[in-house]
């Protein structure tokens, strides 16, 4: 039994544990360079990094409270905040306490294993489905991330499907241009997804984010890419994790998610248009970074590598015209700035 109560211990005392036991014994969880979980207890685990957020832990204790556990469990939420006080460079992290869920997880199962698992996951997609939202994105006003999004999440909240609507069009205009100027194609692509309820998706149902627990009963982690959008938008996703080694358990998990939905010819066409915006945000910026956002990224370059690179991003008008990025200097990888 832990020393400390999770409620109860100061942020500076929790955030420092976090980084001492995540050098100390490493991580359990998280991608390489990305946010890191780390088991602080036999109770109790953290997910800590920049891009850890509020909205992630109240759309995490919501699908705690709303999804039914028989059909998948997500780990309760005790705890979240924001602090610079253990962070190796000053800046601000996020740290999300949350119950530690022992149990197998299924990067590690055979292929044999995780096909038969698939409609057991298909269930989980039909009961998310079940839960009903007002506005898109994740609970708590909060801004829209995953891979439709783009690297940097969509960096502006979307209140209304209308906003949504026109976050989505922006993008495809670009879209339309390239097509033209690139392929001679003329695309006219335009999204109105005011037609569809918006309902409970979680956006990045790959074999990391799922345990198999001893009981035998499956247990649903990493609520990052979670939020209210079309049904379609799981799809989707689903799409985009498909990588060569899952492809028989992914693919497999794609058709049959499809499958249950029955989409109609709307849905599948409107499911092609976002990942048209998908494209468009991984190809090029949008309105660039603001002055703030590009002083930090120089004073970060400078810190960690003591160069000071040229810096060069598209304005609306390259965006527009579907103009690639420029070429970054060899001796040093920029990531891409956006906003919407």
Not at 182 to 197: A, E, F, K, S, T
Not at 265 to 294: C, Q
Request: net charge negative; charged share 25%.
């Amino acid at each position: 039994m832990a020393d400390w109560d999770v409620l109860t211990a100061s942020e500076e005392f929790l955030a420092d544990l976090s980084h001492k036991t995540q050098e100390n014994e490493g991580r359990i969880g998280g991608e390489f360079g990305g946010p890191g979980v780390v088991k602080l207890s036999p109770q109790i685990a953290v997910k800590l990094g920049h891009g850890i957020t509020a909205s992630e832990a109240a759309t995490q204790d919501f699908a705690h409270k709303n999804l039914d556990p028989s059909v998948a469990y997500v780990p309760k939420v005790y705890r979240y905040f924001r602090s610079r006080s253990a962070s190796e460079y000053g800046d601000e992290l996020g740290y999300l306490f949350m119950e530690y869920i022992p149990g197998q997880n299924l990067k590690d199962l055979d292929m044999e294993s995780l096909v038969k698992l698939v409609p057991r996951l298909v269930n989980i997609v039909t009961s998310l489905g079940q839960i009903s939202g007002l506005t898109p994105g994740p609970i708590g006003d909060g801004i829209p991330r995953g891979y439709i999004y783009g690297d940097d999440g969509a960096k502006t909240r979307l209140n209304s499907l209308e906003e949504m609507n026109v976050y989505m069009n922006k993008r495809l205009v670009s879209y339309n241009q390239f097509a033209k100027l690139r392929r001679g194609v003329d695309c006219n692509y335009h999204i109105d997804l005011r037609r569809y309820p918006l309902v409970l998706c979680h956006g990045d149902l790959c074999r990391r984010n799922i345990v198999l627990r001893d009981d035998g009963s499956l247990c649903l982690l990493d609520w990052g890419f979670a939020g209210f959008y079309p049904r379609f938008f799981e799809v989707a996703a689903l799409k985009c994790i498909l990588r060569p080694y899952d492809k028989l358990f992914q693919g497999a998990l794609e058709s049959a998610t499809e499958a249950m939905m029955d989409l109609t010819d709307e849905e599948r066409h409107d499911k092609k248009l976002i990942m048209y915006v998908r494209t468009a945000n991984l190809r090029w910026s949008f309105d660039g970074p603001t002055k703030e956002e590009h002083d930090a990224f120089i004073k970060n370059l400078e810190r960690q590598a003591g160069i000071l690179p040229k810096v060069g991003f598209n304005s609306p008008d390259q965006v527009a015209a579907g103009v690639d990025k420029q070429e970054e200097p060899d001796s040093i990888s920029q990531p891409t700035v956006k906003s919407d």
